[in-house]
């Protein structure tokens, strides 16, 4: 499993480099996109909860409105959130406003493949309304024990409106099962979900 683990960082590395050298003409398209939509901060800064629980920044484009979450928290974006900016829906759907997290994938805070990273504090919203805190549902100690994803098995089979409970099951699962070869299974299927603008927004 070490060994496992030792390639799979390996791999992350090279292959993020090499997909920030030639993804960096589209990052001028979507920078330049969000600057005319609205005039808002290019870049998005977000506290992540790591492996091992270590904190570290995520970076993404911005897709939501500045100042988003000023008087809610740390909530979980939902269907037809009303903070997401019209081309933020675009760039939810194709999963490009992730793009700029291969710096985190170099940096070695994140993997291709993984568990969401979650945000420190962040709760789950039950359909009663209770908030629950993510550090208390089953499953979340075994999820931290690995880099989080840029994308996962969760991700990819999951719905959106699955409760957090059943997510976390995917990404035990995962973590239980994981290997070189099912990376670039999930990796490829998420390829083919941005190229049809399927990723739940």
Known sequence: MLRCRHFKRVFDFFLSVTGLFISLPLWCVLALAIRLSDGG???????????????????????????????????Q???DDPRIT??????????????????????????????????PKEIELTPGSEAVDMSNIPG????????????????????????????FKYDVWYV????????????LKSFAITSRAKWDT
């Open 176 to 187: 239980e099962n994981m290997s070189f070869w099912l990376d670039i299974k999930l990796i």
């Open 77 to 79: 974006a939902k269907t």
């Open 41 to 75: 901060p290019v870049f998005y800064f977000q506290e992540r909860v790591g492996k091992g629980g270590r904190i570290f920044k995520g970076i993404k484009f911005r897709s939501m409105v500045p100042d988003a979450e000023k008087n809610v928290g740390p909530v």
């Open 86 to 119: 019209k081309i933020g829906r675009i760039f939810r759907a194709t999963a490009m406003d992730e793009l700029p997290q291969l710096v985190n994938i170099a940096k070695g805070d994140m993997s291709f493949v993984g568990p969401r990273a979650l945000r």
């Open 140 to 167: 979340f100690e075994k999820r931290t024990s690995i880099r989080p994803g840029l994308t996962g098995f969760a991700q990819v089979f999951a719905s959106r409106s699955l409760p957090r409970e059943e997510k």
